[in-house]
């Protein structure tokens, strides 16, 4: 990416930087709640932009929820670095490294719905998966693959969000 900012695997040293630009989308039911130790033991899945000295100002992360499917979430870029283009290049960072594991579909649940269309995101309604893999997806214990089934026990989160879909 231009304008200084590089896009690179997070990591362990990063986690905090994460954490302290989720807390006020957090706060504010944007984004769910992880604990400290839960960024730590996902920081596999994320990419961060780092700026010319290093700061780490966007993050954003991969889960993979089946075969074919997987998640684009707790994207998030430092308010001093909004307007630059850098969750865009999060997000086609994201989706390049779908593409590289094989994922078919990459889904994200998001109030910036104008934003992930840019990428290709479609709204749905209903969860696209077949039974036996809603029953399967269904025992993971990751809040977001819970959202993604709209199960009850996630609803609270899930208000005003739109579900989107993007076929890759």
Do not use: Y
Request: include cysteine; hydrophobic fraction near 50%; charged fraction near 25%.
């Amino acid at each position: 990416m231009s304008n200084g900012i590089t896009i690179r695997q997070a990591q362990t040293s990063d986690v905090r930087a994460i954490a302290a630009m989720r807390a006020p989308l957090e706060a504010s039911n944007v984004l769910l709640h992880h604990q400290l130790v839960g960024l730590f033991e996902r920081v596999q899945e994320f990419l961060v932009a780092v700026d010319e000295s290093g700061t780490v100002v966007g993050a954003g992360a991969l889960h993979i929820m089946w075969e074919d499917l997987g998640e684009v979430r707790s994207l998030v870029v430092a308010e001093s670095a909004r307007g630059r283009g850098i969750g865009h290049a999060i997000v086609a960072a994201l989706i390049e490294r779908a593409t590289s594991l094989g994922l078919k579909r990459v889904f994200c649940l998001t109030f910036e719905v104008d934003f992930f269309a840019k990428h290709g995101f479609e709204a749905i309604s209903d969860i696209p998966v077949d039974e036996e893999t809603f029953n399967e997806m269904a025992q993971s214990t990751d809040d977001g693959v819970a959202e993604f089934l709209d199960l009850a026990r996630v609803k609270a989160n899930t208000l005003g969000n739109t579900r989107m879909l993007k076929v890759i």
